[in-house]
């Protein structure tokens, strides 16, 4: 089935709900840009995801990534998928105008990724990658570094990776060998290696710039003695010409569950000649510039996917006639069976609700970055902060179930290969392992944005969210999520005092918190978007608030039996 790019619903958000043009207005970055501009995007997005990426969504799960001593060959299209996505410049979207990019909101983008990751989620993680490369070399590299390095990552020309894992680092960074021995030139000698690196080697970019995490010689151990360095595949020339191949090489390829047609590579370093980017022992700080975009983003695979599986599931239970439906007919539509929209229903849920938060988070990562105001500015990173481990991880977790309930819709049909729809369930599961596990996320959220702000990230966005219940209408609905936000605040003060005498805790409620916290957000969001459309989304809202907010209940006792 075609992808149909929900580019009203999209521009809902955009313009009904967010009213971007006018949040945004106040940065001069962002001054040229309206509604329409943003709309004329998301079409041609849409146009791309349909036309080039999907058609080769597919064969590429079929065919996967090929290796073959050190080299990476992606399947069929989609090389000339990727020259198509460089001429479209869809790389260069957000990045900094003065190095080439287009300098858009991310609020836009998060949009544009969705489709791409609904059309091609293997395909869309090459992009991703440099994306966050390319921010990071924007926020923390010298400007030489810069000049030599951003325009052709910002085009695509090259792309980018990012190699933290080592086999006894995950989680746990501060484990990582990987050592950088100073040189005679003020460059470094890298030795060491890293796995599960996505497109750590590939065939469709010149040249890979890989940033590396290692230790210093006279390095601290832990997370405080790692510091960050640009390796590139081929050396670059003062004039940027490409010069010699340089010591990094891709030792082999993951053979996984899904996201097959993405390489997931074994990068081994030997004399790899590096860049120290940002100052010495300070690179785990660098790299969340890049983590957290790269949270954002891998959060909208879920969405992505979520959405590629409703809309299958949609048509086909409109199409497959079973059983007999409570009006008489037999056979029935699928959809006329109170189980089915049940399911359905509960895709939308989560696939509408996550979608505007990627568009609310978008807009803060917008302010933090391009905002001149300091207070705007401060409210904005703490949002962001907060948000991003809810959305990284909730996103993920209702993505996958969203993708599993789609291969219900299916039933027998949704288990075998020929509708696709056990390769979303595929795809999606591994957004809630990498990129930092959602346990992860929910330890980050509990442990350092929770207890470790003493509570002042959770005021912050308590103090926003109830600015803006103040400005709309009053109604049993915004009653209900008004009582929400004050039991996640009772709730959290709780988990804050208690905590202190029990270290473990954290540890027991993290996973019920995080879905806690992010069903009252979507509550929240579900309240504004039912505002904002005046009446026409009410039955779906209303199903959210009916079947899909009481989670909470089991989730808040879970918590409570644990105080
Ligand atoms: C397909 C794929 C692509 C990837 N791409 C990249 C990439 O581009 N770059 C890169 O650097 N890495 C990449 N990774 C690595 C990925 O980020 C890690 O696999 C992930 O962070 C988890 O680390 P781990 O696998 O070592 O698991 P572990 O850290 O061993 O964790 C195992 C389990 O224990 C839990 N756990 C671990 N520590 C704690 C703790 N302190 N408290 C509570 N629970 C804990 C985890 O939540 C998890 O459930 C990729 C992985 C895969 C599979």
């Not at 000649?273 to 700080?285: E, F, S, Y």
């Not at 219940?469 to 005092?497: C, F, W, Y």
């Amino acid at each position: 089935m075609q992808y149909q790019a929900p580019v009203d619903d999209m521009m809902f958000l955009v313009k009904d709900v967010f009213s971007l043009s006018q949040r945004l207005g106040d940065i001069a970055d962002f001054s040229d840009f309206d509604d329409e501009l943003y709309a004329a995007i998301l079409e041609e997005a849409g146009k791309f995801a349909t036309g080039v990426l999907q058609p080769i969504n597919r064969s590429g799960d079929e065919e996967g990534c090929q290796y073959d001593d050190g080299v990476v060959t992606t399947p069929k299209g989609f090389k000339e998928a990727y020259q198509a996505y460089v001429e479209g410049g869809w790389q260069s979207i957000t990045a900094d105008p003065n190095y080439g990019g287009q300098g858009l909101p991310k609020a836009l983008h998060v949009l544009i990724e969705e489709m791409f990751y609904s059309a091609n989620t293997s395909f869309c993680l090459y992009g991703s990658l440099t994306g966050g490369a390319t921010k990071l070399l924007e926020a923390h590299a010298d400007e030489a570094t810069k000049e030599k390095y951003l325009p052709n990552l910002i085009s695509g020309q090259w792309s980018g990776s990012m190699c933290l894992t080592e086999a006894h680092a995950g989680s746990d960074l501060g484990l990582l060998k990987t050592k950088a021995e100073p040189r005679d030139d003020g460059s470094y000698s890298l030795e060491g290696s890293k796995i599960f690196i996505t497109g750590g080697e590939h065939d469709m970019a010149e040249n890979i710039i890989h940033l590396v995490l290692a230790r210093l010689p006279d390095a601290p151990a832990g997370p405080k003695g790692i510091s960050l360095f640009l390796v590139p595949k081929f050396l670059v020339n003062d004039d940027g010409s490409l010069g010699d191949r340089n010591g990094i090489r891709c030792g082999s390829i993951e053979h996984k569950m899904g996201i097959k047609a993405s390489s997931t590579c074994v990068m081994n370093m030997d004399d790899a000649q590096g860049w120290l980017i940002g100052p010495p022992h300070r690179g785990l700080a660098c790299m969340f510039t890049m983590m957290n975009l790269e949270r954002l983003s891998i959060g909208i695979q879920g969405i992505g996917l979520g959405e590629m599986s409703f809309q299958q599931a949609d048509t086909y239970a409109r199409e497959r006639l079973q059983g007999k439906a409570s009006d008489g007919e037999a056979p029935a539509p699928l959809i006329k069976h109170g189980d089915v929209q049940r399911m359905l229903n509960t895709m939308e849920s989560f696939n509408k609700a996550g979608r505007a938060l990627a568009v609310w988070l978008g807009s803060y990562l917008d302010v933090a970055f391009h905002s001149k105001d300091k207070d705007a500015i401060k409210v904005a990173d703490i949002m962001s902060a907060w948000l991003t481990p809810i959305a990284k991880a909730y996103f993920t977790d209702a993505g996958y179930e969203t993708c599993t309930i789609g291969q219900q819709v299916f039933g027998g049909h949704g288990y075998v290969r020929e509708w696709g729809m056990e390769q979303h369930v595929r795809d999606c599961r591994i957004a809630q392992i990498y990129e930092g596990t959602n346990g992860i996320q929910a330890l980050d959220l509990v442990g350092r944005k929770l207890i470790g702000s003493k509570g002042e990230q959770l005021q912050v966005f308590l103090s926003e969210v109830n600015a803006d219940l103040d400005t709309m209408p009053d109604s049993a609905r915004k009653g209900q999520v008004a009582e929400h936000l004050k039991e996640l605040e009772v709730l959290s003060n709780s988990i804050m005092s208690q905590s202190a005498a029990n270290a473990d805790l954290p540890q027991l409620i993290a996973c019920d918190y995080l879905h806690y916290a992010a069903l009252v957000t979507y509550s929240y969001l579900w309240l504004k978007m039912e505002v904002a459309a005046g009446g026409e989304l009410d039955e779906k809202s209303d199903f959210f608030f009916k079947r899909v907010l009481p989670r909470t209940l089991g989730l808040k006792a879970s918590i409570e039996n644990e105080l």
